[in-house]
């Protein structure tokens, strides 16, 4: 089972529409990070979110952590082709070890 | 800047063929790890490293190898290659393990077993 789950597993919008993606985990949260990843590409690093409520934005891109839902949100605002992408979640879970897990992706497409 | 650096991008081996993934990495990171994704599944953990000379399993370790000799260096090894570990490996590293430090993430090692 996936410890953390992205929700939808993929997205088509049309260039200029908002979007937003979720992540959940089904463990207690310490830090979440928002990555994305081009076709053939490595992950670039978007985000990172720390403590319960906190909210940080890149250009436009905004992200917002959860705790109490062990949720977090990545919201695009008026979607761009630049957008288009695999977006993952990845978490650190305290397991003892501190393993990072990630979740399974979105894959958003922007059509013109 | 470099960054983290795998080689090769592509290869393809017969079942049965032993192989070594190469990652490095410039930035005096301590800590490195390996994952791979497969679709549907996201990425999965293989092993990782805490510094040189310590090394542990991560989700999915069955059929690999590691050794971290240096701080910079981190590769991984397919003892006997099987058509399971057909997948796009990431190496990825962090100057510590933590709450606060985002990995950073090299291009990929994309492997086909045939």
Partial sequence: SQELEQSPQSLIVQEGKNLTINCTSSKTLYGLYWYKQKYGEGLIFLMMLQKGGEEKSHEKITAKLDEKKQQSSLHITASQPSHAGIYLCGAVIIQGAQKLVFGQGTRLTINP | ?114
């Fill in chain 2, 1 to 114: 800047n470099a960054g983290v650096t795998q080689t090769p991008k592509f290869q393809v081996l017969k079942t049965g063929q032993s192989m070594t993934l190469q990652c490095a990495q410039d930035m005096n990171h301590e800590y490195m790890s390996w994952y791979r994704q497969d679709p549907g599944m996201g990425l999965r953990l293989i092993h990782y490293s805490v510094g040189a000379g310590i090394t542990d399993q991560g989700e999915v370790p069955n059929g690999y190898n590691v050794s971290r000799s240096t701080t910079e260096d981190f590769p991984l090894r397919l003892l006997s290659a099987a058509p399971s570990q057909t997948s796009v490996y990431f190496c990825a590293s962090s100057f510590r393990r933590g709450f606060n430090q985002p990995q950073h993430f090299g291009d990929g090692t994309r492997l086909s077993i045939l």
